[in-house]
């Protein structure tokens, strides 16, 4: 057997809940390997650190009040959905998809007139336009910087 399936059956090798040949094959392993003997040691303390807990009672009825609750929460979600939870839910989806169809209609109807714009080359770009695109922002490069050959680009100079 490998390592890791030997610590996967640590924990019961260490409670006594395995076949005889089972436990001996294990015991075998447990001679040879450092690390699953390192695992097992660790398993142990973890057991003695629970053996010092006193036991918890549990509650009268604590099971039939476990049942019903498991039984309450199957009832639960198998039962039909409220109609103004499918509304909201229906509402909130046309929403999102109407503010996305509006978001990429404006944004081809504004990309198309600045390209328009920007395609004329009798028209210089408006300020306002450059603006909006953020071409301003260039103004501050010096000259042949790579922002200064962008704008020249933009702008329709330096075409080659």
Same mark, same amino acid.
């Given at each position: 057997?490998?390592? +890791?399936?030997?610590?996967?059956?640590?924990?019961?090798?260490?409670?006594?809940?395995?076949?005889?040949?089972?436990?001996?094959?294990?015991?075998?392993?447990?001679?040879?390997?450092?690390?699953?003997? =390192?695992?097992?040691?660790?398993?142990?303390?973890?057991?003695?650190?629970? +053996?010092?807990?006193?036991?918890?009672?549990?509650?009268?009825?604590?099971?039939?009040?476990?049942?019903?609750?498991?039984?309450?929460?199957?009832?639960?979600?198998?039962?039909?959905?409220?109609?103004? =939870?499918?509304?909201r839910r229906v509402?909130?989806?046309?929403?999102?998809?109407?503010? #996305? #169809?509006?978001?990429?209609?404006?944004?081809?109807?504004?990309?198309?007139?600045?390209?328009?714009?920007?395609?004329?080359?009798?028209?210089? #770009?408006?300020?306002?336009?450059?603006?909006?695109?953020?071409?301003? +922002?260039?103004? =501050?490069?010096?000259?042949?910087?790579l922002s200064d050959?962008?704008?020249?680009?933009?702008?329709?100079?330096?075409?080659?």
């Amino acid at each position: 057997m490998k390592c +890791s399936q030997i610590k996967k059956k640590l924990s019961a090798y260490l409670d006594g809940e395995m076949k005889v040949d089972e436990r001996q094959m294990i015991a075998g392993h447990l001679k040879t390997c450092i690390l699953c003997q =390192e695992e097992l040691a660790a398993l142990s303390k973890v057991k003695e650190t629970f +053996s010092v807990l006193d036991g918890m009672e549990v509650p009268p009825y604590f099971m039939t009040r476990l049942r019903q609750r498991i039984k309450d929460e199957k009832f639960l979600a198998t039962r039909p959905m409220p109609i103004l =939870e499918k509304i909201r839910r229906v509402a909130f989806s046309a929403a999102a998809f109407a503010g #996305v #169809v509006v978001s990429l209609f404006m944004g081809s109807q504004m990309g198309r007139t600045l390209y328009q714009e920007l395609a004329n080359d009798t028209q210089p #770009v408006s300020v306002e336009n450059a603006n909006i695109l953020g071409f301003g +922002s260039f103004e =501050e490069f010096p000259e042949g910087s790579l922002s200064d050959v962008y704008d020249e680009l933009i702008k329709g100079g330096n075409n080659g």
